[in-house]
């Protein structure tokens, strides 16, 4: 099984000491290979908004030698793993930036078809709120990606670090890690796919009306549906 993990900051602090965990117990059902992307490392730019991507295609971006790469990565991936800790009630910038550079792959654009039968986790910690907010910005993402299933994990802290947590607390937050983990293991691993996201299964509709209305024919997104069979209806996204 592979799986690639997207960690939300250099800081090798409370989240990332749970993605560890998670991993570990992960690996403890089954071999698991482990790809990780350290932002802002492994994506040290900030999207700029040219809207190349969408244009001109996503090789082209001047981000390309970083995202192309990891993009890769991604589609050949059992898997999805993505981690922030909380910045300001929200996500770190460098996993908004990191979500901004793959917004052609929304499925409204150009989705990946291997991306609808991905399972992905989140996990997120905070000192005291914002969690959820911070989550929730990357599992709207990861939707629009297509991704068949979003799962979530956060812990607040209250200002601890992760070795001067109290045992009872820090043995609280290992039990649960290890038993989504040990969930999630078990749920990639038997392949089932749920049935897609109602609101995405709409924009997918909405998408190809709009695209048939559509008279640029040199728009990338109209030929790459008519590519993928999805622009006639010969062929669906959400079925293999």
């Known amino acids: 099984m592979k799986i690639v993990v997207v960690h939300g900051s250099p800081r090798k602090g409370n989240t990332y000491k749970a993605t560890e965990l998670f991993k570990k117990e992960m690996q403890s059902q089954g071999e698991i290979e482990c790809v990780d992307f350290f932002l802002p490392k492994d994506m040290p730019e900030f999207c700029r908004g040219c809207m190349t991507c969408f244009i001109k295609g996503e090789e082209k971006c001047p981000h390309a030698d970083y995202t192309m790469p990891i993009l890769d990565q991604m589609v050949l991936a059992d898997a999805l793993i993505f981690t922030t800790p909380v ?8 996993m908004k930036s990191f979500l901004d550079h793959f917004a052609f792959i929304f499925i409204v654009h150009r989705a990946r078809s291997e991306m609808f039968e991905k399972k992905t986790f989140i996990i997120s910690s905070t000192v005291g709120a914002g969690a959820k907010s ?3 910005t990357i599992s709207t993402s990861l939707k629009y990606w297509g991704v068949n299933r979003v799962y979530t994990y956060n812990f607040a802290t209250f200002g601890d670090e992760w070795d001067n947590l109290k045992l009872d607390k820090k043995n609280k937050i290992e039990k649960q890690i290890k038993q989504k ?7 990639v691993a ?3 796919l749920h049935s897609p996201y109602l609101h995405i299964r709409i924009m997918y509709s909405i998408s190809k009306f709009i695209l048939k209305k559509y008279t640029d024919e040199d728009s990338l997104d109209k030929k790459y549906w008519i590519e993928k069979g999805w622009y006639t209806g010969e062929k669906n996204p959400f079925k293999a």
């Not at 910045?87 to 460098?94: K, R």
């Not at 983990?181 to 749920?187: L, N, V």
């Open 181 to 187: 983990a040990s969930t999630f293991y078990k749920e």
């Open 134 to 136: 911070a989550m929730k």
């Open 190 to 192: 038997s392949g089932k």
């Open 87 to 94: 910045f300001a009630l929200s996500l770190s910038g460098c």
